[in-house]
C-alpha cells in the first residue's frame, strides 16, 4: 500500500540545481491551478468534507491549505528578494487548517491560485541565477533556504497535494 501522506514520496532536490530543474519546477507550480481544478471537479459537498487519509486532512482543507502555503510562500519570495538574508515567519498550518475559512467553498482558492499563481510565475521567469539563490532563513527549520530549492519544494507540494486528492478518488471510486 501507498503511503497515503507522501503518495509522490518526499522532496528530495536535485544535489545540484539546473536551469532545467527551474524551468520544469516553474512549468509545474504554473500548472497547479488547473490540475488541482481538475482534481476536485465534479466532487459533492460530502467528498469535499473526506479526509485523504484516517487523521488527514478533508479535501477541502487539502485546497485552502495549497492557497495559504503558497500565498506564504510568496511572501518568503519577495523578503528573500529584498532583505538580506531574512529570517521568515513560520506558521502552524496544522492550526491554520482548522480555521473556519477552510469550510469556505474551494471555488475562492481555486480562484485565488489562479491569479496568484500567474503573478507567482511572472515573477519566477524574471529571476536571475544570483537571484534563485538569494536565502531566506527558516526559524523551524533552524537553517537558510535558497529560492532554487525552495522552487523545487513547492513545484512537489502542488503535485503532493493533488495526488491526495486523486488517490482518495482512486481509492472510493469517485
Known sequence: MKDLRYPIGRYQAPEIITESHIIDWISDIKNLPTALRGTVAGLTT????TPYREGGWTVRQVVHHVADSHLNSMIRYK???TEDKP???AYDEKLWADLPDTKLDIVLSLNLLDAFHEKWVALLNTLSRDQLRR?????????????????GLYAWHGK??????TNLRERMGW
Request: glycine share 0%.
Open 46 to 49: 460530502e467528498q469535499l468534507d
Open 79 to 81: 523578503w528573500a528578494l
Open 87 to 89: 529570517t521568515i515567519k
Open 135 to 151: 536565502e531566506f532563513y527558516h526559524p523551524e527549520a533552524k537553517r537558510n533556504m535558497a529560492l532554487d530549492w525552495m522552487t
Open 160 to 165: 503532493h497535494h493533488v495526488a491526495h486528492i
